[in-house]
């Protein structure tokens, strides 16, 4: 006589042990957090898999839930001009993403940046894609980047963390002003510079 079926519950591999298909799969259908019940698209990132250059922002906005790609609104306009100024290009030795996967959108139907359970639940996701790419260096691109990345509290000022090179699991990570705090305030654009400045020398240097 058979033993009958045996239902054994398949358990899904944790983040830091998918390849990138199944990571992308995961960060599209994960529910983590609240932020999937408004979602259209998530983002997971987009560029070139084994780029020394990692750019990390915030979160996708109201134009990049649309259309599944990070940075495609007036701030990646910026972004783009930023890469061309260090002849980079998206997807040429350049990776682009965010701290989280899904647009977190205010009760006022606005973009906001996210919380700090919201950074949590999606960490293991950027975990996973720097582990996989290993770039060279990390640009954190505006204070909410910067202080997952660091594991410091949400209202540190950005100001002090920038200027030296700082690591995130023994990468350096270089941090400088969101594009969309540098549209709002262009005089930072030539600090901004500098910090890419810094990067490229660490690349340069590797
Ligand atoms: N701002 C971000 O931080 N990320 C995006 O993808 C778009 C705007």
């Known amino acids: 006589m058979g033993l009958g079926p045996v239902w054994v519950r398949r358990q899904d591999p944790a983040p830091a042990a998918m390849d990138w298909d199944a990571l992308e799969d995961r960060i599209r259908a994960c529910t983590r957090c609240g932020l999937c019940n408004g979602r259209k698209h998530a983002v997971p990132g987009v560029g070139d898999r084994a780029a020394r250059w990692l750019f990390v922002g915030e979160g996708p906005g109201r134009n990049e839930d649309m259309q599944g790609e ?30 989280v996967k899904c647009r977190p959108v205010g009760s006022d139907g606005k973009d906001r940046p996210p919380s700090p359970d919201e950074v949590g639940a999606c960490m293991p996701y950027l975990q996973r894609q720097i582990a996989l790419i290993q770039p060279q260096v990390i640009v954190a691109l505006g204070k909410t980047a910067a202080v997952a990345l660091l594991g410091l509290p949400a209202d540190t000022a950005l100001a002090g963390l920038r200027g030296e090179p700082r690591a995130f699991d023994g990468i350096p990570l270089v941090i400088t002003y969101h594009p969309a705090y540098l549209l709002r305030q262009p005089a930072d654009k030539a600090k901004t510079w500098r910090d890419l400045c810094l990067a490229k020398s660490i690349i340069d240097a590797g």
């Open 70 to 99: 990070p940075f495609v609104g007036p701030a990646g306009k910026l972004l783009d001009n930023m890469l061309r100024a260090l002849t980079l290009s998206r997807g040429q030795d350049t990776y682009i993403a965010n701290i």
